[in-house]
């Protein structure tokens, strides 16, 4: 199925033309049949000489109407525009024609209706010359009277030669519906329409509402009137919802697919018309559906930010357009350039942002936005319509190479300093290196970590033996050379200090696993504790607190703790009469299995 929208001049025949090509009646209120003119949108289908089937949006013409045709027009990739042959180029004509212009459409069709009351000749002429300007360029023109039939089988022959040029949809799209009608069907409840231009949607499909989020699910899906299981882009849909108050689901309203878009009321657009300085401060901004309230702020000669009185669910590379509906006044197409801009708090921010979005074009880029923005999350790129085809630096981030390695050498830099402002820590935490880095998250910080460095217990510091400041190394290796075959025999208090072995110092080797304390001021080398169990192990069990010691050559001072730490290792088991077995004996330097 292919959707087009009529745009044209009040009177100008859209509604007969239509009713002609599909036989059926695209007014749908008795007030429009009664005037002999549409106020609201119509739908009609048809099938074409191909086979194919075509669904026209038709729009009203009267200036009065014309948010209800850019709600018709904006979710549409192609439009047949009308121009009556006795009446020529009106003032609707030019409107509608600068709106498609706006919002980029460059498929149509023009054609000259009423041919039997007037020469076609110099309306096509006209209309042509103006549709050449615009994003339209040149188009193919037919020449119809719906009251005679001349024409017509020229039309739906130009009708197919039109559709087979328009792009494929976008099958893996996700899916942004913009409702144009919304009604309750009695027994079914809520039903909403639009035109799906991109995805697919099917019965039981979880949607979410754009102006709240809020989570909703398909009851029910008709095409063309016929219900169907799954409908694919590009197709008129109506979608029936499950326990939705019609109240809440109006015209300008949309069903997303949950996750894929950035609700935004802050954008950076690009505006092809009028010069950005020139266009007042409020216009309203015709997205879709939606007709919203925006402040305009000029940024360069064609870049503005536009402030919106609701958000809307947009992405990089969206097009819409302003207009002034006082002065019923197309201001300007805009091609939106960003969807999460950033504050402009600074003394020359506009004038720098202005620089930046001058080198933008809309269309979106993984890594133009990287290199802006330097660090953004898979997810936030998703949603702006960045495809994201890198893999991330650290769980869902993603970051600039360039920008990533700089990160890296500061994280050395930071560390080194941190060191030697701390010499007796056993690195810089995380967070302290996460907000010198002016880092949003942990993970990203310990991504950054590369040997020598290494990430220990919520610290980054040198790896092995670096990990150990000089002068606690120092006193470390005259502890083993004065201990070393002494194993079991702590250093009394005092000769701690006289080795260089105050509390912070005996802290700082314990963190870097150079000692092991058993109590305080009771500190012995790291590997005494396995050596204790294998010593204990080739005692008669169950053994003493006083065999143990001297089998250990220590003293009550150093045996005590040792044997608890032992208990809570799981290695001895203290007995009610307080002796102890060995109930995990150890390998012996060497072996290849414990001892049995």
């Known amino acids: 199925m292919w959707v087009l929208a009529t745009a044209g001049h009040v009177d100008h025949g859209k509604s007969t033309l239509v009713r002609a090509l599909t036989g059926m009646e695209p007014d ?71 709106a498609l212009h706006a919002l980029g459409v460059s498929y149509g069709l023009l054609v000259v209706t009423r041919a039997d009351l007037a020469d076609p000749g110099p309306a096509l002429a006209h209309a042509r010359a103006e549709i050449a300007a615009t994003s339209l360029g040149a188009v193919e023109a037919v020449a119809v009277s719906a009251v005679t039939g001349a024409g017509l089988p020229e039309l739906r022959d130009a009708l197919d030669r039109l559709v ?68 694919d882009a590009v197709a008129r849909v109506a ?4 326990n939705v108050p019609r109240e809440r689901l109006g015209r300008g309203e949309a069903l997303l697919t949950p996750g894929r878009f950035h609700r935004t009321d802050l954008l950076d657009v690009r505006v092809a018309g009028d010069p950005a300085a020139d266009l007042p401060a409020t216009l309203t901004l015709h997205v879709g559906s939606a007709a919203v309230a925006v402040r305009v702020r000029p940024l360069g000669p064609d870049t503005a930010r536009l402030r919106l009185a609701r958000p809307l669910p947009l992405l990089v590379g969206d097009r819409a357009l302003l207009r002034d509906p006082g002065r019923h006044h197309v201001a300007g197409g805009v091609t939106v350039l960003d969807v999460a801009p950033p504050p402009l708090t600074r003394r020359g921010a506009a004038a720098a942002r202005a620089r930046v979005l001058a080198g933008l074009d809309g269309r979106p880029d993984l890594a133009g936005e990287l290199r802006r923005r330097l660090l953004a999350r898979r997810g936030e790129l998703t949603r702006m319509g960045v495809p994201v085809t890198a893999a991330p630096v650290a769980g869902d981030w993603l970051a600039d190479p ?178 102890r077995t060995v109930v995990a004996r150890p390998a012996e330097p060497g072996a290849s299995r414990p001892l049995s």
């Open 28 to 98: 749908r209120w008795a007030e429009e049949r009664r005037r002999g003119m549409t106020i609201d949108l119509g739908f009609a289908w048809t099938t074409l000489p191909s086979g194919g089937t075509v669904a026209f949006v038709d729009v009203p013409g009267h200036e009065r109407f014309v948010p209800n045709m850019l709600a018709g027009v904006g979710p549409v990739p192609a439009a047949l525009l009308a121009v009556a042959a006795d009446e020529g180029w009106m003032p609707q004509s030019a409107e509608h024609l600068a």
């Open 164 to 231: 087979a040029r328009l792009p494929g949809p976008a099958a893996d799209a996700p899916v942004r519906l913009w409702v144009d009608r919304s009604f309750t069907v009695r027994g079914s409840g809520t039903v909403v329409t639009g035109t799906l231009g991109g995805g697919r949607l099917a019965v039981g499909d979880h949607l979410e509402l754009a102006d709240t989020g809020e989570p909703v699910r398909v009851r029910g899906l008709h095409c063309l009137g016929v219900p169907h299981e799954r409908v």
């Open 239 to 242: 979608v029936n919802l499950r």
């Open 402 to 579: 360039d920008h990533w390695r700089a990160l890296a050498a500061r994280l050395a830099a930071e560390t080194d300093r941190y060191a030697a402002a701390h010499p007796l820590e056993p690195g810089v935490p995380v967070d302290v290196l996460r907000q010198r880095l002016d880092l949003p998250d942990r993970a990203l910080v310990e991504a950054l970590v590369r040997p020598p460095l290494r990430v220990r217990a919520g610290r980054v510091g040198a790896a092995g033996a670096d990990a150990l400041p000089q002068p606690v190394a120092r006193a470390v290796a005259r502890v083993r050379a004065e201990y070393g075959d002494r194993p079991f025999q702590a250093p009394e208090a005092y000769r701690l200090v006289d080795l260089g072995l105050g509390p912070r110092e005996i802290g700082a080797a314990v963190r870097a696993g150079a000692l092991l304390r058993l109590a305080e001021n009771v500190v012995l080398l790291p590997g005494a504790v396995d050596d204790a169990a294998r010593v204990l192990a080739r005692l008669p069990q169950p053994f003493t607190l006083s065999a143990a010691r001297q089998a250990l050559d220590t003293s009550r001072r150093v045996a005590v703790p040792l044997l608890e730490l032992l208990d809570r290792r799981g290695v001895t088991r203290r007995l009610p009469d307080d002796a």
